[in-house]
């Protein structure tokens, strides 16, 4: 198993969708979690960080489900300018690193 | 402020050549790091510190030499550039652990080796 796994997409949806996207982890001793976002060709952003269950910032909600390794990211009326891919970033404690994984495309097509 | 900023944006070295990009940030972070990132790849962690004078290899160190001689500072040398080292750099700076506070990245160094 992946140490990190989402859907590469490409997400293709219409301004005002919502959309949500997947990721796994294999690492049981994860304790945090990131979403960047990252534009073509540009740096990683921080979007969102999640340290327990879940967390939200205004259009975007985090979901962490530990038992099953699984963490989401819902974003509501979707933005032109939310075209971007999203990296899940866990932490793994035990080995002190983040996991960058591809990441999930997205398109907000107008 | 200006965050993290790295130079130069882009470079075509020589097969052979050597080169130092150059990363500095001005919020007074402790942690830095340098990733890079193939196409189509995800980041991997090349080198980081925790802080002037410790320095700490990453996934994939082999080529590259860091120090950290001020706060402020993370320079990234490479050394006998070969092919395989083309790639998109990253440096990034944290105030905290990685575990416990944002990486804020600079713009990237797109290099080229042929």
């Known amino acids: 198993r992946k140490e990190v796994e989402q859907d590469p997409g490409p997400f293709n949806v219409p301004e005002g969708a919502t959309v949500a996207f997947n990721c796994t982890y294999s690492?049981?001793?994860?304790?945090?979690f990131f979403w960047y976002r990252q534009d073509c060709r540009k740096e990683p952003k921080l979007l969102m960080s999640v340290y327990s269950s879940g967390n939200e910032d205004g259009r975007f909600t985090a979901q962490l489900n530990r038992a099953s390794q699984y963490i989401s990211l819902l974003i509501r009326d979707s933005k032109l300018s939310d075209s971007a891919t999203y990296l899940c970033v866990p932490y793994a404690g035990n080995n002190r690193k983040l996991i960058w994984g591809l990441g999930t495309s997205l398109a907000v097509n107008p | 402020n200006a965050g993290v900023t790295q130079t130069p944006k882009f470079r075509i070295l020589k097969i052979g050549q050597s080169m130092t990009l150059q990363c500095t940030q001005d919020?007074?972070?402790?942690?830095m790091y340098w990733y890079r990132q193939d196409p189509g790849m995800g980041l991997k962690l090349i080198y980081y510190s925790v802080g002037a004078g410790i320095t700490d290899k990453g996934e994939v160190p082999n080529g590259y030499n860091v120090s950290r001689s001020t706060t402020e500072d993370f320079p990234l040398r490479l050394e006998l550039a070969a092919p395989s080292q083309t790639s998109v750099y990253f440096c990034?700076?944290?105030?905290?652990?990685?575990?416990?506070?944002?990486?804020?990245f600079g713009n990237g160094t797109r290099l080229t080796v042929t």
């Open positions: 990034a700076s944290s105030w905290d652990s990685w575990d416990n506070s944002p990486l804020h």
């Open positions: 690492n049981s001793a994860s304790q945090s």
């Open positions: 919020m007074n972070h402790n942690y």
